[in-house]
């Protein structure tokens, strides 16, 4: 006989046995599904420790990726255990952001040994031996087994191939994707940005292959609490897959692991884990950017794949502040414009040929130009990220904004808008900042059908929701516009810019009580507007002396285009040049609308203001024809 023993685990009325894979309170079996059995192993081997979560998963599904909902329902199943069978002695806390912890003393032991069978000596007493079988029956029954393996293998085989035909299949099909916000696991407080980060730059590189429809940053930003499932989230977007993952930091090291799931029967098509040094993010975006594109390669062309790649910085910590800065950029608002703004100008002085943080830093600009209005700036960085790397869309949107919006230059603003969008169909920004090339010519469908591409690329943008609203109003269907804005306030109710197009668009239709209203709501989500629009609401009602004591609270930059809509609802059309021209002078932005905005068409045959439109250079809609 030789011996031989295994381990046992006690803790408590319960004994685990890792070898045969029991569960036992005294004599009775306790039935646990086999992933369950693993929950538990690897907390009691590891008791009174916390086990992370990303290791639980590891351990208990090592070779597929699954939702933490899947560990989260092991853990429920085993506290039911626990309290039915066990004491409050014993139990399994949750250490929140951290992971599981088996509480209780658990002690490891050696299980008595067991006998096993040795090679056994020849008989020493001499007996009739008994009569050797055929050998027939033996060689059929290898035979028959034989068959067996093999029609199992073959059922094996082919449900294998089925599947992985089913799956190619399900790969040719996908031709638009959401890149979800990496969920982070246990990441210091300064790095919980990589999650929407990184995704925001996997979006970007894949981005540029033409025949994927990847939804934008600004699309998926909302999803980063994880309280929609994947596939949900996928439907909400309107893509046929999602790659959805997790991201973890430890010991200098930082992994992603991420899945690629089919929206339409929440099939998980394809997963990868990366590892990389936590300095060296850039190859984490590298690699998933790449085998994202490699995967789906099928759907791409060689040259679309190689789009995909991108030349590195000279600097990790360069990378690093262009990530922060890309992750306050999507933030959409003054206060993360700023930090956005520093963390390029970091990125920049860290790294000065670093293409992507000139880009940053000249998208920044533009949003900011009626606080620091420096369109020789905005262009420089944009110049510059395009001497750098001529490829870049962003860099292209960004300095074909600043050609329309401060140099009125419209020829070289849609060229670099159609360069933008030949690099990178699914940039949105660019399709929704070319719509105003359309608009300053008086092509008002031309206007529409891009604000509209924008909005399929970007379904869920406040920002270009306001802009398909204004061009509806610019056409002169205003309540299909207070349809579009009341969209966006259902998608993000504390959005003041769409209560702001609600309120411009119940002016202009005479609705002055509905007016009054959405101004009011307007005051209420703190904007800076409503007094410019209360002012034209009380000029509207023919009361000159509240329109201009109101008038009197509008500051500059803002304050010429208030005076100008005052002006003309008293129908003072003098004074409503003066301050058209002052706008002029100024080269604001808001001036390229004047041959579109249906507020100005009381002064539409007034030379002065035909002669106006054409120094700007603006054709103006005739809106009868729309």
């Known amino acids: 006989m030789a011996l031989a023993t295994k381990r046992l685990f006690r803790f408590g009325p319960f004994r685990l046995d890792a070898e045969r894979r029991l569960l036992l309170r005294g004599d009775e079996a306790i ?121 199992g293998a073959l059922a094996a085989g082919t449900v294998w191939l089925s599947r992985r ?98 929206v339409s029967d929440g099939r998980n098509l394809w997963s990868q884990k990366f590892d990389v040094e936590t300095k060296d993010l850039f190859t984490l975006e590298d690699s998933i950017a790449e085998s994202v ?80 209005f420096d369109p020789a700036r905005a262009r420089a960085a944009a110049e510059k990220a395009l001497s750098l790397d001529d490829k870049l869309a962003e860099a292209h949107a960004s300095l074909g904004n600043t050609s329309l919006f401060a140099d009125w230059n419209f020829a070289e603003a849609e060229k670099h808008f159609r360069r933008a969008i030949d690099l990178n169909p699914s940039y949105a920004t660019a399709h929704q900042w070319y719509a105003y090339c359309f608009l300053a010519r008086g092509n008002m469908a031309g206007a529409l059908a891009e604000v509209e591409k924008a909005e399929t690329a970007d379904p869920l943008s406040p920002s270009i929701g306001v802009d398909l609203s204004d061009m509806l109003y610019f056409a002169g269907r205003y309540d299909e516009s207070i349809a579009a804005a009341r969209r966006v306030l259902e998608l993000d109710p504390g959005f003041g810019q769409a209560e702001q197009a609600v309120a411009r668009a119940l002016l202009v239709k005479g609705d002055l009580d509905g007016a009054k209203q959405a101004g009011l709501a ?44 005052v002006a003309v609802a008293l129908g003072d059309k003098d004074r409503a040049l003066a301050a058209l021209e002052d706008g002029f002078r100024r080269r604001d932005g808001e001036i390229l609308i004047l041959g579109a905005d249906p507020q100005w068409d009381p002064m539409r045959s007034d030379p002065r203001f035909i002669d106006l439109l054409r120094r700007i250079g603006v054709v103006p809609l005739e809106r009868a024809r729309l």
């Open 31 to 151: 039935g646990l599904r086999p992933r369950v059995f693993d929950t538990l192993l690897v907390l009691a081997e590891r008791a009174g420790e916390v086990v992370s979560k990303d290791e639980l998963l590891d351990a208990v599904w090592p070779d597929t990726v699954v939702e933490e909902n899947n560990l989260s329902q092991n853990i429920l199943a085993l506290r039911r255990v626990l309290e039915e069978h066990g004491s409050a002695d014993f139990r399994i806390e949750t250490v929140p952001r951290r992971g599981y912890r088996l509480i209780g003393r658990v002690e490891e032991e050696l299980a008595p040994p067991r006998p096993t069978l040795a090679p056994v000596p020849p008989p020493i007493v001499q007996a009739k031996p008994e009569p050797v079988p055929s050998p027939v029956p033996v060689r059929r029954s290898w035979k028959r087994l034989a068959a067996l393996v093999a029609v």
């Open 165 to 262: 035909g089913s799956s190619q299949d399900a790969l040719r099909r996908i031709h638009s994707l959401a890149v979800l916000p990496l969920r982070p696991i246990l990441l210091p407080p300064d790095q919980e940005f990589l999650g929407l980060a990184l995704a925001d730059a996997v979006i970007t590189r894949l981005g540029y292959a033409r025949s994927l429809t990847v939804r934008p940053t600004s699309a998926v930003r909302s999803l980063s609490d994880g309280t929609k499932s994947p596939v949900d989230a996928g439907r909400a977007l309107r893509v046929d897959a999602v790659l959805d993952g997790r991201i973890q930091q430890s010991a200098g090291r930082t992994r992603v692991t991420v899945q690629l799931i089919d």
């Open 293 to 372: 594109a490699g995967t789906l390669a099928a759907n791409l062309s060689e040259g679309e794949t190689k789009r995909v790649g991108r030349d590195r910085p000279a600097k990790p910590e360069a990378y690093e502040a262009y990530l922060r800065g890309r992750f306050f950029w999507n933030q959409r608002n003054e206060a993360a414009t700023w930090k956005a703004h520093d963390q390029f100008e970091r990125a920049i002085g860290l790294d000065p040929n670093y293409a992507l943080a000139y880009a940053g830093l000249a998208d920044t600009l533009n949003a900011l130009q009626f606080r620091v």
């Open 522 to 565: 307007m005051a209420h989500l703190g904007e800076a507007f409503p007094d410019s629009y209360l002012a034209i609401l009380a000029a509207r009602r023919g009361d000159r002396g509240q329109a201009e004591e109101l008038l009197g609270r509008v500051a500059n930059p803002e304050r010429w285009i208030t005076e100008a809509a």
